[in-house]
């Protein structure tokens, strides 16, 4: 049995990424592409949450997919609450210009907990079906099938009108506009931040496979939990 002060880079690294996350989550991505305003479609946050799952990864290359998953609910309980505190301690030193809700934090926190729960354990489950095939098999699938279902249950639980049981609904949100700011297609403003979030977490998929095969090429094989 491998002493558990082994798996705290992980934890450590684990919590930093979802804390960095909520934070950077709260500043749009300013700049235009064209016609297309980015800060209507993406926050700083997608850049940074796309790295809890090759933390997960590593983790379940290295110590195997029991160890993966109690990391994954040290960071179901770092995204829950941060969700809720973190907000309102940015507004308060002046860092955002808005203040949320109560009972809106808690249906972020609710969104953001159970998407993170939900898309980490498949990232384990599915990468734990491939490790033996080919090295990069493993990590991306996990990653891109896990950023669909993340986004889908976050996006969906935090404005979908369909889950106003959960909190009160942001009507912004739920404003008709075009599809993407630029598309003919009217649909609510939600689907775009979403769309511009998964298309950030697809791409650090991909980015991500830089550091994970520097470092599990060190590792001659996985160590047993």
Known sequence: MQ???RFLPFVAAMALVVVASNI????????????LNLADLLTWGAFTYPFAFLVTDLANRRYGPAVARRIVFVGFMAAVLCSIVVPPLLFRFGMIEFETAADRLVRIAAASG???????LLDVSVFNRLRQQAWWRAPVLSSLSSSVIDTAIFFSIAFAAAFAFVGPDDAFALESA????IIGVETARWVSWAIGDLGVKLLMAVVALIPYRLVAARWSRPALA
């Open 178 to 181: 075009p599809l993407l700011g």
């Open 114 to 120: 159970t998407a993170f729960l939900v898309g980490q």
């Open 3 to 5: 002493s558990s002060a």
């Open 24 to 35: 950077l989550v709260q500043f749009p991505v300013q700049g235009r592409f064209g016609a």
